[in-house]
């Protein structure tokens, strides 16, 4: 995930790794899929239209505007089974959970 954190405020991580941007690693499409995670467009996966698949059950998935994760910044989100279509633009951020994958 993008986590972005101002002046001021604190930010504990539990059971993850922290890194600066610059040092992250790649967060490109995994074996064709773009799977669970944050991505932002633009730089980790193209602005477009894309068919997001539900591997299994209710899958989720955001569009925000930031990596504030706050609910201000949610765009659009969605529980949906089987498939559905989104488009992202440059500079949004993607996330992909409970089985949403795109196809790469």
């Known amino acids: 995930a993008y986590i972005t954190v101002e002046d001021g405020e604190y930010l504990k991580i539990q059971g993850g790794n922290l890194y600066e941007l610059s040092k992250a690693p790649d967060r490109g499409a995994d ?3 773009y799977k669970e995670g944050m991505y932002k467009v633009g730089e980790d ?3 477009g239209e894309y068919q997001v ?3 299994s059950g ?3 998935i ?3 505007g930031d990596s504030r994760h706050q609910i201000e910044g949610i765009i659009t989100n969605e529980n ?3 498939s559905m279509y989104i488009s992202v633009e440059d500079g949004q951020y993607l996330t992909l959970s409970n089985g949403a994958q ?3």
């Open 31 to 33: 074996n064709g899929y």
């Open 45 to 47: 996966i193209p602005s």
């Open 53 to 55: 698949e539900a591997t």
């Open 58 to 60: 209710l899958a989720y």
């Open 62 to 64: 955001e569009v925000a």
């Open 80 to 82: 949906f089974e089987n």
């Open 102 to 104: 795109i196809k790469a």
